[in-house]
């Protein structure tokens, strides 16, 4: 087996395994792995929320594209490629304000 | 009674509390965090205070100084949007602190205080690893008043 093809076969695994959030994007739908950590700036207390995704299969969420993540809309600000499969997206909350 | 100095910040914060943009939200040295779903806040500060000249002294019995208050206004939004919050806090704060000059009153209600005025501001800090922007900018506030050589509080 290629390594490509066992890189492939791991990140399939990880995803299968430890997804927690369904994402919905462009009329698609994938698994991915959401974390919300706790974090503070200019003196307000807030979370940081990133998605971590296959980037097979979000390759069609361009920056500034609408996310819904477990029913709460999130804007794509970064995308961070990691080069090993996946995708890490650095999200804003879309509550209007 | 407090020293004049603590009598004018407290008059500050008192004018500039109750705005539309920040209502209640005005704190004192706030060096704790603020709830998550605050989106706007004014935190007020002591800044440096000098002798009016060279030693302040107005006359024989009492001492001039500028006090600085240094009033910080922190905002959590959308990037775009941050940049006109900023300035509608510091549209209304200004006309909170500045009515003296047309109502020809003392500067924040205090008999001992002769001057009041915006001193500058400084740039925004925008940060966005939060799940919203947030923003922090400093505005420069100078009090002049006075007060007894043997009491500051008087």
Request: hydrophobic letters at 40%; one cysteine or more.
């Given at each position: 087996?290629?390594?490509?093809?066992?890189?492939?076969?791991?990140?399939?695994?990880?995803?299968?395994?430890?997804?927690?959030?369904?994402?919905?994007?462009?009329?698609?739908?994938?698994?991915?792995?959401?974390t919300r950590e706790y974090i503070e700036t200019h003196g307000f207390t807030g979370y940081k929320p990133i998605l971590k995704c296959l980037a097979e299969d979000s390759k069609?969420?361009?920056?500034?594209?609408?996310?819904?993540?477990?029913?709460?809309?999130?804007?794509?600000?970064?995308?961070q490629p990691d080069g090993y499969g996946w995708i890490i997206f650095m999200l804003e909350l879309n509550d209007g304000s | 009674m407090d020293h004049r100095a603590m009598q004018v910040i407290a008059a500050f914060v008192s004018r500039i509390t109750g705005l539309q943009s920040t209502g209640n939200r005005v704190y004192l040295n706030r060096t704790y965090e603020i709830e998550e779903d605050t989106r706007t806040a004014i935190n007020v500060m002591l800044g440096e205070e000098t002798p009016q000249g060279e030693f302040g002294f107005s006359s024989m019995d009492r001492i001039d100084n500028v006090l600085?208050?240094?009033?910080?206004?922190?905002?959590?939004?959308?990037?775009?949007?941050?940049?006109?919050?900023?300035?509608?806090?510091?549209?209304?704060?200004?006309?909170?602190?500045?009515?003296?000059?047309?109502?020809?009153?003392?500067?924040?209600?205090?008999?001992?205080?002769?001057?009041?005025?915006?001193?500058?501001?400084?740039?925004?800090?925008?940060?966005s690893?939060?799940?919203?922007?947030?923003?922090?900018?400093?505005?420069?506030?100078?009090?002049?008043?006075?007060?007894?050589?043997?009491?500051?509080?008087?």
């Open positions: 087996m290629s390594f490509n093809n066992l890189r492939q076969k791991l990140n399939n695994s990880v995803i299968q395994k430890l997804s927690d959030a369904v994402v919905s994007v462009k009329g698609n739908s994938f698994n991915g792995i959401f069609m969420i361009c920056l500034d594209d609408k996310i819904l993540i477990d029913n709460v809309e999130y804007i794509a600000r970064e995308r | 600085e208050i240094i009033a910080e206004i922190r905002v959590r939004s959308s990037g775009d949007s941050i940049d006109s919050i900023i300035l509608q806090i510091r549209k209304e704060m200004h006309i909170a602190l500045m009515s003296w000059v047309q109502s020809q009153t003392y500067p924040l209600g205090l008999d001992f205080v002769y001057m009041l005025y915006p001193a500058g501001t400084g740039n925004p800090e925008i940060e690893v939060s799940e919203k922007p947030t923003a922090k900018i400093e505005t420069l506030w100078k009090v002049h008043y006075r007060h007894s050589i043997l009491d500051p509080s008087i």
